[in-house]
């Protein structure tokens, strides 16, 4: 999302204490770093006088020129990995942009009020905005949010790309925001980042998910909380127990940090075993593994002891770009990703988009349910180029890094007997002597039911246990309305983890999820006769260490 910080001269001396959701566990304290939409932004309201209006107007001008420009490139490039469909969007978009800069609303409305060329922007495309979502027609109403996006874009480039970049959060900074996705989660960098506040997100959402695996305290449910802080203010965040402190008093501060010292001490003793295996009481290896995403997930998960990697998602490679990668791209990347990791095996899961996980450039149809829609494999039978460019770059990968290739959001067997078809055709057509081993997410009661159909066609399975609690629960991960309902240790999801296994004709099952990460679980989840869990990388010493005091042939 576009973004833009807001900063006060005098923050808040009064301490303050407010209660909301725990979504990450941890503590952290910093300054705030007050992050919002730059097309609402309300600040810079400076008039000017009607002598700098051309140089406005020209500034608007070059802008306009850069952003059909732009959207041209983006055009032939999706046409060439996806479809013209999809690439006639972006030319719609080109066409909406054109009417409305002839119209001659922007020039009128700087003269009328001797705005700024950004303050004409953010008044024309917000006004148009909600036109379109009064409008009858359907397809204008779609085409409402496309607007803002595009209000978006001129800004960016009135400002030289001067958006705030959630890259360029300084150090010792909690950040506050009114939603997070997962594109936003994937580049702040750990170092900077001392905790999260967001004002409302899921449980079980992507973005939250991301956020327990880089180790970030989060907490969400804390209504107006952008309002009621100001960048610069001091804050203490409770991931654990889901409080917030703004403006704390020093002898409050002093306790914190000597919360915070303990927790840090607890962190080390059991990371000092890490690397060792996991072994319960009574002998049985447990396979602790790690689930990353960038680089620096990898650092984490190689400093927490993972014995590999159970599930490397590339949406991050995805979304950390303005167009698809090519194969020779998507290869370069996932090779100097892994190689830190030496020879320890690396499951990849192939891209799985839509629900909470849109694209910049992948401007799917907006759908009342998208969780119940194209996503995941469905989305990939769709577009055979894309799977191509995945398949392609992890075969050239196998060849030196031990390698598996995970199917995402399978639900009915046709779906993985066909990708099948596609990743055997392609390992013939490259004379791969031994192929990645081949399996598939088990995200759904219907997969779940249906592992005797589906493990004709794969290798092993992975159990996703987040999407799995969704639609077992009818509780959807990115909604906090329901946080209540997402219950991923209700007895339901037992039962089906159970079945699972029974079911697997001896093929290897991995737990993969927040369940897979939870102490209080473990014994119950080994018991059922999981010997494979990918985890967050910052829990994996302390699963490990719980294994290691867990008899599982004891009754928990």
């Known amino acids: 999302m576009a973004l833009v910080t807001a900063t006060v001269d005098s923050p808040s001396s009064v301490e303050t204490t407010l209660t909301g959701r725990s979504i990450a566990p941890g503590l952290g304290m910093g300054r705030a770093w007050v992050v919002g939409d730059l097309l609402t932004y309300s600040g810079d309201l400076r008039t000017i006088g009607a002598h700098e209006i051309d140089g406005e107007l020209s500034r608007l001008t070059t802008s306009f020129e850069q952003t059909l420009a732009e959207l041209q490139v983006y055009a032939e490039r999706i046409e060439a990995e996806f479809d013209s469909v999809l690439a006639g969007v972006f030319r719609a978009h080109s066409a909406m942009l054109r009417d409305l800069f002839a119209s001659g609303e922007f020039e009128k409305e700087m003269r009328a009020s001797l705005i700024t060329a950004e303050a004409a922007v953010r ?146 003793r059991c990371k000092g075993a890490c690397r060792d295996p996991a072994r319960s009481l009574d002998g049985q290896l447990i396979t602790v593994e790690a689930n990353i995403g960038i680089e620096d997930d990898v650092e984490l998960a190689l400093d927490n002891g993972a014995d590999g990697v159970g599930l490397l998602r590339i949406e991050q490679l995805y979304f950390a770009r303005k167009l698809p990668p090519t194969e020779d791209e998507l290869f370069a990347e996932l090779q100097q990703l892994v190689a830190p990791l030496g020879k320890r095996p690396v499951t990849v899961r192939l891209l799985d988009i839509g629900g909470d996980k849109p694209l910049p450039y992948l401007r799917l149809v907006q759908t009342a349910n998208p969780v119940l829609g194209r996503r995941g494999v469905r989305l990939l039978l769709d577009y055979s180029q894309l799977v191509r460019t995945q398949f392609g770059a992890l075969l050239r990968l196998c060849e030196e890094h031990p390698l598996r290739v995970l199917i995402p959001m399978v639900t009915v067997e046709d779906d993985i007997r066909r990708m099948r078809e596609v990743f055997d055709a392609l390992c013939a057509e490259r004379k791969i002597a031994i192929p990645p081993k081949f399996g598939s997410m088990i995200e759904t009661p219907a997969a779940a039911l249906a592992v005797p159909t589906l493990l004709k066609h794969v290798d092993f399975f992975c159990v996703g246990t987040n999407d799995l609690t969704q639609y077992t629960m009818a509780a959807s991960r990115d909604d906090a309305a329901v946080n209540d309902y997402y219950l991923e240790s209700h007895e339901s999801i037992m039962r089906l983890l159970s079945i699972v296994l029974a079911d697997a004709g001896g093929r290897p099952v991995t737990l993969c999820g927040e369940l897979a990460g939870s102490e209080a679980w473990l014994p119950k989840l080994l018991q059922l006769g999981f010997r494979s869990l990918s985890i967050a990388p910052t829990v994996i010493a302390a699963i490990k260490a719980a294994v290691r005091k867990i008899d599982i042939s004891h009754s928990y």
Do not use: Y
């Open 123 to 268: 008044r024309i495309f917000q006004k148009w905005h909600q036109k379109f979502r009064e409008m009858e027609n359907q397809t204008f109403r779609e085409r409402a949010d496309d607007l803002l996006d595009l209000g978006r874009t001129l800004l960016r480039r009135l400002l030289n790309e001067g958006e705030v970049s959630l890259k360029t959060i300084p150090p010792n900074s909690v950040l506050v925001v009114e939603r997070l996705l997962p594109s936003d989660v994937v580049v702040l960098p750990k170092a900077n980042v001392a905790a999260v506040i967001v004002e409302s997100l899921g449980q079980g959402s992507h973005a939250a998910l991301l956020a327990r695996e880089k180790g970030i305290p989060t907490i969400t449910e804390i209504e107006g909380v952008c309002a009621r802080v100001a960048t610069g203010v001091d804050l203490l965040v409770d991931g654990f127990h889901g409080t917030l402190v703004i403006a704390p008093a020093k002898t409050t501060c002093a306790e914190f940090q000597e919360r915070l010292g303990k927790w840090h001490a607890t962190l080390a």
